[in-house]
């Protein structure tokens, strides 16, 4: 039977909830025309005295609650299964006008007694995009594990059943954090921009504001006269942290004040819009801002400032740049997946084959100076809309989106952690140096 979408879930609910039952039994039939009304049934005293019986099955022993109190934590629900295991239903958030939806942000803190052991289960994971249904488990290959919301490790987990992912923990302490990858906050780029405010080398312009009126931010490091310009912007999307952590690594690199940094920026300027979507960040969302627009397309077309100003401040800055002669030569939107390429598109402009080999010579590039491996998408490839085919499209901007592999990096063999990210940031000044070199820029 062919259904709509939202009636095959309405009828997959009703009769998980036992609704046709109920209703078979709601009502006796209206008696026939002329014949006595039937008396309802009197119900005994036994049946009319008998507590109702929950289905709601007790705490595990050991674990206290599931807090998700606190800033970036996943929005969700929670129950115990008959055999302990903690079922955690993560909560979706909406593309507006449209089927899609996405839920796969884990952030939340397990609440027990120390030596605790429990199996947490990760449900509500069949995310729709463009209107097709793909269950976000498969990429869900690990997680990441902190006493103290600082210190992480990570850990594989099981998604051999396709659509739920499963994995053990143990609290060495009376609370344990468990997130999909090593979490950036708000409060974390709080941190660094007071840390690097007041270096002569860092301006930090605000250029709009969110939905919900968070201020955003260019970081410029470097001089405004140098005569390259390089264009950085991070978490359009909030569940993916890896390009904070990358933008931390860069920036720290270039700030460490040796004569390699100070070579590194005698001709090279680079402009960072660290956190695009700094609603979704603080609240824990996946993917789309608060009005339901997803801030990594649209860019083949001016923006809807309305419902998306935070790409409104985004353009705008972008065009004072052009205007002042200051076009970037080079942008990349930072992303992470359960790939790990470099997403080179490829709409109809002029020069096309020219880009393409820039292009190359960038991947070539990363993989010498960087532990990148995973290659560049294939020659059919395009995303239309995204910030890496837009700009190029609309502004002639040579640009890129960079996804990180959120679950494995190859060329390390290891589970990706914050520190990995920011090592591939550190190296990446090293990549744009010999790339305009290599252009003769």
Known sequence: MNLPLWRAEAW??????GAAAALAGAAEPAPKSGAPAKAPAAKTAKAASAPSVSPIVPNVAGVDF??????????????????GTVLINLLYDHERASPN????????????KPGTKVTLELRNLDNVWNGVRGNVARELKAVSLSEDGRTWRAIETDNSAGDRVRFAVELTGPRLYVARVEPYRISDLER??????????VGIEPI?????????????VGREDAPRRVFLRARAHPWEPGGNWVV????????QG??????????TCYYILPMANKDGVALGRTRFNLLGKDLNREWNKPIDGALAPENLALEKWLERMIAAGKKPDFAMELHNDGGGRLHISRPPVPGLPLYLER????????????????????????????LGDGWLERYGVDAVVHEFNCHWIAGLQERPLGRHWQDYGAKLATVFEEYFAALGK
Not at 12 to 17: E, P
Not at 248 to 255: F, I, K, N, Q, S
């Open 258 to 267: 040796d004569a390699e940094a100070q070579r590194l920026l005698a001709r």
């Open 359 to 386: 292009m190359a010579l960038f991947e070539k590039l990363l993989r010498q100076h960087t532990w990148f491996t995973e290659g560049a998408t294939n020659g059919a490839f395009r995303n239309s809309g995204t």
């Open 192 to 201: 660094l921009l007071a840390k690097i405010r007041a270096n002569p080398l």
């Open 101 to 112: 939806r996405a839920a796969g942000h884990v952030h939340f803190a397990i609440q027990g």
């Open 66 to 83: 599931i807090d998700t109190s606190f800033e970036n934590a996943s929005p969700l629900w929670y129950e115990f299964a008959t055999d």
């Open 248 to 255: 931390e690594g860069l920036v720290a690199r270039l700030l």
């Open 208 to 220: 709009g504001k969110t939905v919900q009126g968070r201020e955003l931010e260019i970081v410029r």
């Open 12 to 17: 997959r609910w009703a009769a998980a909830m």
